[in-house]
């Protein structure tokens, strides 16, 4: 599949938040090697910020330090609504901080029990706090999807022109693709700095609310790579990248080979095994049984695949089982120099289904070879 003609062509920037709200994510934790590690590779991916929270422990203030000195302007401190947080950022190194605050009005009176007007002087006196360190700050609206919408626009509208990005918070992924289109360009006539997308998958639609902001001129995303982080994850790296390439036309200049790498490592340090069929990186992602399918990639591989699995670092594989047809099965034993007679085939086939059934799974190729191989002794 060639990449369409680019739709829209503004510059977006990629928010990783992996070793923040990923490890939020129940049961994560990341060692400080680990975290070293994913900062690396999500720099030379080509992420324009790296989100990390120093004020969560000791450990995570000497991993901040060390990144900030590594990577110098690209890491991102999150810090809540507290100056103690803004001053610790500081005397870490970090150059960029991103300030949050809730907008709801659920959040406001029973998580904080203020007003809105109290909530809007309060940052923006951490605001001007934050700048007087010679910090760039961005701001998080969190919950921002479901704030009243008058109180969001006054809210964007008093604070855009100090900060650098304001970050749209889908706090509890409530956000569909059309209203993310109108909420960004709405919100683009009242506001002066950048915005973003921080869109969490509660009903598996940040990856496409992600990119319909984007489509709407969000020149900023943040996600995680793998998708994951509270409950049911954030936006996927991996995925917003690949539909901006491949179904947008809109070349982001980072190495996506380097994509399955990266979400190889999450879901090994993580320990959260990745769904099978999550797309892009799950294991069945670029895997083929159906007889019909399989043939059909043999011939031309474009026929059951969006693009080369080879682009972002994966390996196309066939298995075998109940729904293998003969033509996969010759093809995958002629490739190791193994000829079966036409009969021998169907009764090998057959036994392979039988298998398969008897079993309730699919055989892998070298499974497939070995069973021939006993099959012919």
Not at 248 to 276: M, P, T, W
Not at 283 to 311: C, L
Request: glycine share 8%; aromatic share 8%; charged share 25%.
């Amino acid at each position: 599949m060639n990449p369409p003609k680019a739709i829209f062509s503004h510059e977006i920037d990629i928010h990783d938040t992996t070793l923040r709200d990923g490890e939020q994510m129940p049961g994560v934790v990341f060692t400080p090697d680990e975290k070293i590690l994913l900062a690396s590779k999500s720099a030379e991916f080509g992420c324009s910020f790296i989100d990390i929270m120093p004020a969560v422990s000791e450990s995570e203030q000497a991993v901040t330090k060390r990144l900030a000195e590594m990577f110098p302007g690209k890491i991102s401190a999150s810090c809540r609504a507290k100056p103690d947080d803004i001053e610790l950022a500081a005397r870490l190194g970090v150059q960029r901080v991103t300030l949050f605050a809730p907008l709801s009005d659920v959040h406001l009176r029973f998580k904080l029990g203020i007003s809105r007007e109290e909530n809007l002087q309060r940052s923006l006196v951490l605001i001007d706090y934050a700048r007087s360190f010679g910090l760039i700050v961005d701001f998080a609206g969190e919950d921002a999807t479901r704030a009243d919408r008058a109180y969001l626009e006054e809210f964007l509208g008093e604070i855009s022109g100090a900060i650098d990005i304001f970050y749209i918070a889908d706090t509890v992924g409530c956000l569909t693709p059309p209203r993310a289109h109108r909420l960004v360009s709405e919100l683009k006539t009242v506001s002066s700095c950048k915005l973003g997308l921080h869109v969490h998958n509660d009903f598996g639609l940040a990856t496409a609310s992600t990119i319909e902001g984007i489509r709407a001129g969000a020149s900023v995303f943040s996600g995680t790579f793998a998708g994951i982080g509270e409950r049911a994850g954030n936006a996927p790296i991996e995925e917003v990248c690949a539909s901006l390439l491949y179904l947008c036309g809109v070349e982001l200049g980072v190495d996506y080979q380097l994509i399955s790498e990266i979400c190889s490592l999450v879901e090994q340090f993580s320990k959260v095994n990745l769904q099978a069929h999550k797309p892009l990186v799950g294991a069945n992602a670029f895997s083929h049984e159906s007889g019909i399918h399989a043939d059909g990639v043999i011939k031309e591989p474009s026929t059951y695949e969006p693009f080369d699995p080879e682009a972002i670092g994966r390996r196309r594989k066939f298995w075998f089982g109940k729904h293998s047809g003969r033509g996969i099965v010759k093809h995958a034993l002629e490739s190791v120099g193994v000829h079966l007679p036409e009969d021998e085939l169907d009764g090998f086939l057959a036994d392979i289904k039988s298998r398969a059934e008897h079993e309730k799974r699919s055989f892998s190729e070298d499974e497939l070879i070995g069973m021939c191989r006993r099959v012919r002794v």
